[in-house]
């Protein structure tokens, strides 16, 4: 079993010779149906379906409202370490990059933990730099140790780990694993990442499916936007998705739309990704996968984020932070620049003025 | 009518109407909600329940005079919905427990199997327990051999708002289970609740069609009559269908001449 091998039907297919096929009465074709085929959700994604963007934000609209009504669960990031081995070209923590590399302590974290627990949010993702050396799993664990004393939901989002360690994970209290693919286009993603053991791209593409035969609960899978193509990484990124749902039907599968964001290192990205691609690519999925949740990070700004809400978003980071041990410390240079810096209250608010209901528990460890 | 009460886990109800608490944009409409629907039975997923947050602790917004039923929203199989269970009652939500085990996110089917087996272990634990069940004869009466309080067949897939599709097959539990069946899901409109109290269920679960309403205070007070027309229409014994007039003229009339 490898979602490899149903990426690899697509090498030579040729999207651009596909979408100048399309015309207006296939895209209002797709928008009439109930249940889409991959083929339909690439006929959304096309140049074509610009013209119906309104009727499919409407759709998408209606469509998220029955599944999920109208909640937004809240969660934010917790960066604990930014040792890394790779070179990644995009990566503010690139190994040739010059910053403070940092690991916090069960001390430290406990501190930052305190300050999330207290704004009340329950849901947080962990990250680490590629480090096995600096943030082996047994790290890892110890901190999900840490952390369950505070939240009901742990997800990560750090280097790819077999499926045993993920084991290992699931059974300290994890539930969910963030992996981006970053560029699902192979010959991009060897340009683009020079060095470090995340140059294997089929041990990343391959890593979701391993935490779900782990047990996972939640996977969250992604492509980088900027780094190729956005139309052909969207779709490949919502196959994956369909891919890790159809094979783990009880887990709970959704998906980022990251763009890529300035960061250390000034790395320009390849293709501009702009407003309009990106409300497309989001209700596009939705329609797509109608329970399938999208996960909206604090790269996009405030505007953007508020106005995704009603599009098919179901999950939004708060009072995020991207540097170690950040919230204690707010001098310490994080991966990226984020765009959105509202505290956990604020988001809240805007939520609650546009008519929606801030979730902030929507999990229960077992473990 | 003013005695028709049903008995679920010792407890005598007089609205047939249990509410869901799921996709409100505000826990705060939920008192309004469940005063103008008459419900007082109220379930909770536990996933949601967060009593060091009293502000956003759902729980906390369920009238007092409403049985809270937790439910087991998340679980993927009997030992998670088991666990569940048990954190429920240590949390204080009470001894009722509807259990939900689904295993599959796209269509949110439950998985019959594994509810029986998780109805069993709660059942000899002393729960009150109403299992969330495709409709399927054979697996209800394992139910109710388990200990099920009452049996909770879906109308039609979870918030899917399609109304009584599995409508024959919840006749047939209706006809063939002793326990009280509470059509849970799928119900999306007052006049589908109806039809189901009319075929003779002794009561509707509906949560989507009324948070996702544009005004679910309405939509609520709605839900309310229509579950009690419903109701006195199956009590009056409505007339049987009939597929042809009868007609004025009997061809054979002649035989009384």
């Not at chain 1, 952390?147 to 009901?152: E, G, Q, R």
């Not at chain 2, 796209?106 to 272990?121: C, F, G, Q, S």
Request: net charge negative.
């Amino acid at each position: 079993m490898s979602f490899l091998a149903e990426l690899q039907n697509y090498q030579i297919f040729d999207f651009n010779a596909f979408f100048s096929t399309l015309t207006d009465r296939d895209i209002t074709g797709v928008l009439n149906k109930d249940r889409l085929t991959a083929v339909d959700f690439l006929t959304l994604l096309s140049p074509k379906a610009e013209n119906h963007l309104e009727a499919i934000a409407q759709k998408a609209h209606r469509v998220t409202l029955q599944h999920f009504g109208k909640t937004v669960l809240l969660f934010t990031p917790i960066y604990l370490a930014n040792y890394c081995t790779n070179q990644c070209v995009y990566c503010g923590f690139n190994i040739t990059n010059q910053l403070d590399r940092k690991k916090m302590s069960m001390e430290e974290l406990e501190v930052e933990a305190r300050i999330i627990a207290e704004t009340g949010l329950k849901h947080i993702i962990i990250l680490t730099g590629d480090s096995r050396e600096h943030s082996p799993v047994s790290y890892i664990s110890e901190c999900v140790k840490v952390l369950k004393k505070h939240f009901s939901s742990i997800m990560i989002e750090v280097y790819s780990l077999t499926e045993e360690e993920y084991r290992e994970l699931v059974n300290a209290g994890i539930d969910g694993v963030t992996m981006f693919q970053e560029v699902y286009d192979a010959d991009i993603y060897s340009e683009l990442h020079l060095a470090g053991p995340k140059r294997n791209y089929r041990f990343r593409l391959e890593a979701p499916e391993r935490s779900g035969a782990a047990g996972c609960r939640t996977l969250n899978v992604g492509a980088l936007l900027g780094l190729d193509d956005w139309r052909k990484e969207a779709f490949f990124t919502g196959l994956h998705a369909a891919y890790l749902q159809q094979n783990f039907p009880d887990a709970e599968i959704s998906i980022s739309t990251p763009r890529m964001r300035p960061h250390l290192g000034g790395f320009p990205p390849k293709v501009i990704v702009n407003d309009s691609n990106i409300v497309q690519y989001t209700t596009a999925f939705r329609l797509f996968m109608p329970r399938g949740g999208i996960t909206l990070s604090s790269r996009e700004t405030p505007k953007m984020r508020d106005h995704l809400i009603k599009l098919g978003v179901t999950k939004i980071s708060a009072g995020a932070c991207t540097a170690v041990g950040g919230r204690s410390h707010p001098e310490e240079t994080g991966q990226f620049d984020i765009s959105d810096d509202r505290s956990v209250a604020e988001m809240a608010a805007m939520l609650y003025e546009q008519g929606y209901q801030p979730v902030f528990k929507d999990w229960q460890l077992l473990v | 009518m003013q005695n028709d009460v049903f008995k679920i886990g010792g407890q005598e109800l007089t609205s047939r109407l249990f509410l869901g608490t799921g996709k409100y944009g505000s826990n705060k409409i939920i008192p309004q909600v469940v005063e103008a629907s008459g419900a007082q039975v109220v379930t909770v997923a536990l996933r949601r329940v967060d009593p060091g947050q009293p502000v956003e602790n759902v729980a906390a917004y369920v009238p007092k005079h409403c049985v809270l039923m937790p439910n087991t929203s998340g679980a993927r199989n009997a030992e998670e919905a088991i666990r569940i269970a048990r954190l429920a009652k240590a949390a204080g939500c009470g001894n009722w427990i509807k259990i939900e085990v689904i295993a599959d996110n796209r269509y949110l089917l439950p998985d019959n199997y594994e509810t029986i087996k998780a109805t069993e272990v709660l059942a000899a634990e002393g729960f009150v327990v109403l299992p969330y069940m495709s409709p399927d004869l054979a697996a209800a009466k394992h139910m109710a051999a388990a200990g099920a309080a009452a049996i909770m067949p879906l109308g039609a897939p979870i918030g899917s708002n399609r109304g009584l599709k599995t409508k024959e097959l919840i006749k047939i539990l209706i006809e063939e289970i002793a326990l009280p069946i509470i059509v849970d899901a799928g119900i999306g409109k007052p006049s589908e609740a109806a039809e189901a109290m009319e075929i003779g269920a002794s009561a509707v679960l509906v949560n989507t069609a009324v948070a996702i309403a544009n005004d679910p205070v309405a939509m609520a007070g709605a839900f309310g009559l229509a579950v009690s027309a419903g109701r006195t229409a199956f009590l009056a014994g409505p007339g049987a269908v009939q597929k042809y007039a009868s007609a004025s003229s009997p061809l054979t009339g002649f035989l009384q001449d």
